[in-house]
């Protein structure tokens, strides 16, 4: 089972530039996040969708952007990259109810020079 | 709004001695809470969740983990760890009847030496 799938795994930006960063789940599952992990920080969502065609702001919303394409895909754009947003990034999905636990992509880690 | 605590960020221990990671979280309501564990680069994988019931939980791996709602507390245990249990721990708290949004803690680096 693939589970969640993050790509690309790794990518070195400039500043300014934009990328997107995919996820796709193959759980059904209605929820969907993006975090960040910086060192000493631990997991800092960014964006979630409680479900397909909802999307609300996390805890660290500012510079990035999210779309919930359709129930299995849940990207993260950076429309201009800088060197503070330099982390790994991962994407998660649940089912509906807190008292699931979270799935978790392989991360994406990116670079902003 | 819950709140979790993970009071230790490193924890060297040397091989076949036991551990305990700790986690204390702070909720108005009842909760849900997690232990997950992430290799290097890896994602975070399930360790073992107390949902209801017995307040002491238990993953397939050796770890267990108690829950104590008087001292709001969710520590992670092993009586004997191995060389392959080094990787990183987050604690995680879900309010029951709230937003399914985790907190997660700061995460504790188990380091296990020969």
């Known amino acids: 089972n693939a589970g969640v799938t993050q790509t690309p795994k790794f990518q070195v930006l400039k500043t300014g530039q934009s990328m997107t960063l995919q996820c796709a789940q193959d759980?059904?599952?209605?929820?969907m996040y993006w975090y960040r992990q910086d060192p000493g920080m631990g997991l800092r969502l960014i964006y979630y969708?409680?479900?397909?065609?909802?999307?609300d702001k996390g805890e660290v919303p500012n510079g990035y952007n999210v779309s919930r394409l359709n129930k299995r895909e849940f990207s993260l754009r950076l429309e201009s990259a800088a060197p503070s947003q330099t982390s790994v990034y991962f994407c998660?999905?649940?089912?509906?109810?807190?008292?699931?636990?979270?799935?978790f992509g392989d991360g994406t880690r990116l670079s902003i020079l | 709004a819950q709140s979790v605590t993970q009071l230790d960020s490193q924890v060297p221990v040397f091989e076949e001695a036991p551990v305990e990671l700790r986690c204390n979280y702070s909720?108005?309501?009842?909760?849900?809470l997690f232990w997950y564990v992430q290799y290097p680069n890896q994602g975070l994988q399930l360790l073992l969740k107390?949902?209801?019931?017995?307040?002491l939980v238990e993953s397939i791996n050796g770890f267990e983990a108690e829950f104590n709602k008087s001292q709001t507390s969710f520590h992670l245990r092993k009586p004997s760890v191995h060389i392959s249990d080094t990787a990183e721990y987050f604690c995680?708290?879900?309010?029951?009847?709230?937003?399914?949004?985790?907190?997660f803690g700061r995460g504790t680096s188990l380091i296990v030496h020969p």
């Open positions: 107390y949902l209801s019931g017995s307040t």
């Open positions: 969708s409680a479900s397909e065609g909802t999307t």
């Open positions: 998660a999905s649940m089912t509906t109810g807190g008292n699931q636990p979270q799935h």
């Open positions: 995680a708290v879900s309010e029951q009847g709230g937003s399914y949004i985790p907190t």
């Open positions: 909720s108005s309501v009842s909760v849900y």
């Open positions: 759980m059904n599952h209605n929820s």
